[in-house]
């Protein structure tokens, strides 16, 4: 927080005169509304509006209203503050109460995010994996049903070792559609030597309602690899489901259609061309007519 001290200092620096007669504002609620005013001043600038003459004045209306809430004036603030102006003490022991509580509510937004993570989750796998630790597979395939129109983000953490061998590992991952025993969309992403980690995520959306799966491989690679090893792990793996609007609108049916209820279909996705950067945002292919799908080969 840069700006922690901007919101108190230009309050402090408007008292000019302590109104000793006025009431003041007890510490609890003094906190509290410091606290919102930092974050209503953080949402300015990070909405980019600070370069815009009219910053300050919208700031000093959202304080404004900040107070209003509270059911406090200007005057009571400043009155207040002053007390807390006349001792350097005083005022930094208040700061400090408005730093825990700002910490306190960026720990709350972020368990709310964790917890909104894990209700949309769709992952039905283990979320860690180590190869070759967890059996003879290589490439660890999935194929999960959709559950309609909107976006799939396959995300996780993935260690791959320096004694990996493989080429071009990546993960991958596909929109199927049983009808057709094919696959309508692709996406990629190489998976660079991190033996610290680093978080991979792949984004796929489902606009016309075809797929009956979301399927691919947690780890991929070509299959021409002369003898592959496999050294790589993945932890906090998660398959998000973001439904799309004209989802959320759609009325709930006790009875999912009969695709969404047929058995998993664990045929693999097909190859396409090569990614040659994995820093690059991950390529979208779409087969330009339907390609049956093989057998998966858990055993490449």
């Not at 049983?178 to 984004?203: F, H, K, M, P, W």
């Not at 792990?233 to 009875?255: D, G, I, T, Y």
Request: hydrophobic share 35%; aromatic share 6%; glycine share 4%.
């Amino acid at each position: 927080m840069r700006h922690s001290h901007l919101i108190l200092g230009l309050i402090l620096s408007l008292v000019m005169v302590a109104c000793g007669s006025r009431k003041s504002i007890p510490e609890r609620k003094l906190v509290r509304m410091l606290a919102e005013m930092h974050l209503a001043d953080a949402v300015l600038e990070v909405a980019q509006v600070s370069s815009q003459p009219s910053w300050r004045s919208d700031s000093t209306a959202v304080y404004t209203a900040i107070l209003d809430r509270y059911g406090y004036t200007t005057e009571q603030l400043y009155a207040t503050l002053a007390r807390y102006n006349s001792s350097k003490d005083k005022a930094t022991a208040l700061y400090d109460k408005v730093s825990r509580r700002l910490e306190k509510l960026q720990k709350s937004a972020t368990g709310k995010v964790e917890a909104l993570h894990r209700k949309q989750n769709r992952w039905t796998e283990k979320s860690e994996w180590a190869l070759p630790k967890d059996g003879d597979t290589s490439r660890v395939p999935f194929s999960i049903p959709v559950e309609g129109l909107g976006e799939y983000i396959l995300e996780a953490t993935v260690v791959r070792y320096n004694a990996d061998s493989v080429s071009r590992p990546r993960m991958t991952l596909c929109l199927y559609a049983a009808a057709s025993d094919s696959l309508l969309l692709r996406v990629e992403r190489e998976v660079q030597r991190s033996e610290e980690g680093q978080r991979y995520s792949l984004s796929i959306v489902n606009r016309d309602g075809a797929a009956t799966h979301v399927r691919g491989y947690l780890f991929d690679y070509d299959a021409d690899s002369l003898r592959p090893t496999r050294r790589i792990a993945a932890k906090n793996v998660m398959l998000r489901f973001l439904p799309s609007a004209e989802e959320e609108q759609r009325p709930s049916s006790p009875h999912p259609p009969a695709e969404a209820r047929a058995p998993v279909d664990t045929s693999p996705p097909v190859r396409v061309s090569v990614i040659d950067d994995a820093r690059r945002p991950p390529r979208i292919y779409r087969e330009r007519q339907a390609t049956p799908a093989p057998p998966f080969d858990r055993h490449p």
